[in-house]
């Protein structure tokens, strides 16, 4: 049991805190103001408890002088020490609920990540099993050695087997006659390497044979006009020659849509009859303009059907084809290709003039047909030996392409990749059954044998291990979840559970909240969101109590816990301090630090046993010089005490001792007579009037107001707030501070105000 702390230096606020003068008991209560020092001496504990200075080191006080330093007094006298740097010894039994347990074990932030649940695990656990997780923990270091030791070794063959796998190199067999069967393997390569160029040559292709459209153009040729005059065309040509002047035919097309029935749309006088009217209405038919505008078109369609690059392009895509086949001619026996473009020049030249013959014609006389089936035929049949000499040409290039074809299948038949692996498979045969190699493959045969054994005791070391987690943790969900019901909480934990998902054994678990399940992260809903703070604190001090109570060396334990009621409402302090209560019956030493004065009052009274078996030590820290903190005295009862209580005690202890400051006691006297008549009257009189508006409310009162009982008490009120006012700065502004004060006549008017609290008359 801790019984004291001397002293501790240079951390946090407790840059030079001495306490020597406080005596610590089994149960030890500590109050201290947020910001006072309280979580820094959690810490303390906490670093002790883990023999780690990192906590202590990282509070250094940061504008002090003093180098950290503690020193604490334990049973006997003993002493254990701080000096800076490390604890002059470990003293495990210190169990701490603090801000860092909850952010080391249970969430950060609102988030419940993979170290919270491995670290909650092994808090679970305790030393329940500790003998399982160190063989577990053994096995699988174990396990990790072999493991590399296989890996160290296989890591030294890496070098011998390049390009293939271990398990390949492994399957190897000697071969005897290895070095006579890649000799042979390198003279085939080079012989095929020298052929490996030739198979990068172009090969020469087939020309597309062009397709020109003649049909359409004898399509033009056979379209008439029906009800035309042949002539009309002639007569309108010659009247516009007639006029002589520009623009006439189209001025004549302009008037000839204005003409109605049979009469001249300019001078109104009949048409009827007219040659010249007639041939308008055929030369500016519509019909007979389209027919007009494709015969227009026929000289540029014959133009580019039989153009002359039709053959010369062909001609030039042959000359290139036969080029890449004659480059094969100093390996294989090429045939000449060849195209007779003169040949098929002057039968497509024979196609135009045809043609043109028969376009002339149609242009001559538009409606009517031009060209017989005979002319269709005949350029049929000189557009058909064109291609031939172009098929024949192909003919030849096809043959020589084949030719080369074959040629190079024999060429490949050696394959230089498939002959270079099978030199580099000997090569590593011969390395495979070296002695060196051979060594190797041993030593690798003992390591898989020691790893295959190691992975045995790890996974028989994993099920004992997990078989203890999973009931422990079965009983650990059902005490956390009965420690929630009691704070009253409005979840539960459910699947609790335990796995080996990450390098060390973890804790899984889930929330239960209003028949919903909630996962710890992800969501929405999530940990971070469905719960509040103190909600959230609940969980952790539920996690904590939940171990504790179930650790089976309890009553070695100093259990110290800082601000548990942090966040929480009426009914949950309360079970925080039956459960307190619990966990200080069973432990050695109980030691709680906390900010509220009244749960710290209501605590020490609960721990309090009516039979004196132990004592509660009740202390607090302070302000001290330079903002720091210091240990000191508490007296519980008097900061509890309301105003009027307060204010009742000075009268007392002025009236019946003579103790304390006359000036206290005479401001004192108002207000100890306003709560006495607010608590004689609840309800009756606003709580916002000064004192001698009180009493002119008593005095103003009627009947049946039960301020009328009072009001026998009105003169002397009056007297004595007359008095007592003088000391108040409401009804004595200035002066209050300055008035002299004859204590005689100060103990007069504390008598009379204490008569009127007490008999309620004068």
């Known amino acids: 049991m801790l019984e004291r702390i001397e002293e501790i230096q240079g951390i946090g606020l407790l840059h030079d805190a001495n306490g020597k003068p406080f005596k610590w008991q089994k149960a030890t209560l500590l109050y201290a103001d947020n910001g006072r020092g309280k979580s820094t001496l959690a810490t303390v504990l906490r670093s002790l408890g883990a023999s780690d200075p990192s906590p202590i080191l990282v509070r250094k006080t940061i504008d002090g ?79 990790r050695a072999a493991a590399d030791r296989v890996q160290s070794v296989i890591g030294k063959l890496s070098g011998h087997y390049e390009g293939t796998s271990l398990a390949e190199f492994e399957r190897l067999t000697n071969v005897p006659d290895a070095d006579k069967q890649i000799l042979d393997l390198e003279k085939r390569v080079v012989a095929a390497r020298g052929s490996a160029l030739l198979l990068k040559r172009a090969m ?31 007569k309108v040509r010659a009247h516009v020659s007639k006029l002589g002047k520009p623009g006439a035919e189209a001025w004549l097309s302009q008037g000839h ?17 007219l040659d010249l009217i007639r041939a308008f209405r055929t030369h500016f038919n519509t019909a007979y303009s389209v027919l007009k505008a494709k015969v227009s078109s026929l000289d540029k369609s014959i133009s580019s059907l039989t153009r002359d690059a039709i053959v010369t392009e062909f001609a030039l895509q042959v000359t290139n084809a036969a080029s890449l086949a004659n480059a094969w001619s100093d ?117 898989r044998a020691s790893s295959t054994s190691a992975e045995g005791a790890k996974t ?63 969501g929405p809903p999530s940990f971070g969101t469905a719960l509040s703070e103190g909600d959230k604190r609940t969980l952790a001090f ?14 070695t334990r100093v259990v110290v816990v800082d601000d548990p009621m942090c966040s929480l409402d009426l009914n949950r302090k309360q079970h925080t301090r039956t459960v307190l209560k619990e966990i200080c019956a069973k432990a050695d030493q109980l030691v709680v630090l906390a900010h509220d004065i009244y749960f710290i009052r209501d605590l020490r009274d609960e721990l309090t046993p009516k039979d004196g078996s132990y004592q509660v030590a009740v202390f607090g820290l302070k302000y001290a010089a330079r903002a720091y903190s210091d240990f000191d005295k508490l007296d519980v009862d008097k900061e509890c005490q309301s105003p009027y209580f307060y204010h009742h005690g000075l009268l007392v202890d002025f009236v019946s001792n003579g103790n304390g400051d006359t000036r206290q006691v005479a401001k004192a006297i108002r207000p100890l007579l306003e709560g006495y008549l607010h608590r004689r009257f609840p309800g009756l009189i606003p709580s916002d009037l000064m004192f001698g508006q009180v009493v002119g ?21 009056n007297e004595i707030n007359t008095y007592a006012g003088q000391f108040h700065h409401d009804t004595n502004p200035g002066n209050a501070d300055t008035v002299v004060i004859t204590p005689s006549e100060l103990h007069t008017f504390a008598m009379r105000s204490l008569k009127v609290v007490h008999k309620g008359s004068v």
């Open 331 to 447: 390996q294989v026996s090429i045939s000449e290709i060849r195209f007779d473009a003169d040949a098929a020049m002057g039968k497509l030249k024979d196609i135009r003039e045809v043609l043109s013959a028969l376009v002339s014609a149609k242009q001559a006389n538009p409606t009517a047909a031009a060209g017989t089936s005979g002319d269709a035929e005949n350029v049929k049949r000189l557009w058909t030996e064109i291609s031939a000499l172009m098929e024949q040409a192909n003919k030849a290039i096809g043959d020589a392409k084949l030719t080369i074809e074959t040629f190079r299948q024999k060429l490949a038949a050696e394959d230089i990749q498939q002959l270079s692996a099978q030199q580099k498979k000997l090569e590593l045969a011969q390395k495979r059954h070296s002695p060196a190699v051979v060594a190797l493959f041993g030593d690798l045969a003992i390591a």
């Open 697 to 717: 409310v008593i005095g103003s009162a009627a009947a049946p107001s039960p301020l009328c009982y009072a009001q026998c008490l009105v003169g002397e009120l």
């Open 257 to 273: 849509t204005f003409e109605q029935s049979e009469e001249c749309p300019y001078c109104a006088q009949s048409t009827s009859g």
């Open 65 to 143: 002088t003093l180098p950290p330093k503690v020193t604490l007094q334990f049973r006997s006298g003993h002493k254990v020490t701080f000096d800076g740097t490390k604890w002059s010894e470990a003293r495990p039994e210190f169990l701490v609920f603090d801000a860092d347990f909850v952010e080391k074990n249970v969430h950060s932030g609102g988030v419940v990540n993979t170290g919270h649940r491995k670290n909650l695990l092994q808090f679970a656990l305790g030393e329940k099993a500790v003998a399982a997780r160190l063989a577990e923990e053994k096995a699988t270091a174990d396990a």
């Open 460 to 522: 028989t070391a994993r099920t004992a291990l997990d078989a203890l987690m999973k009931q422990t943790l079965q009983d650990y969900q059902t005490a956390i979840n009965t420690l929630l019901v009691k704070f009253g909480a409005a979840f539960q934990i459910e699947a609790m559970d335990a796995n080996f998902r990450g390098a060390a054994p973890r804790s899984e678990y889930g929330l239960a909240l209003r028949g919903k399940s909630v996962p710890l992260e992800g």
């Open 542 to 555: 539920a996690f904590f109590v939940a171990s504790t109570l179930s650790d089976a060396k309890l009553n």
């Open 204 to 234: 020469p292709a087939a020309v597309a044979v062009p397709a020109p459209d003649f049909a359409s153009v004898f399509d033009v040729l056979r379209t008439t006009i029906e009800s035309v005059e042949d002539d009309a065309e002639a």
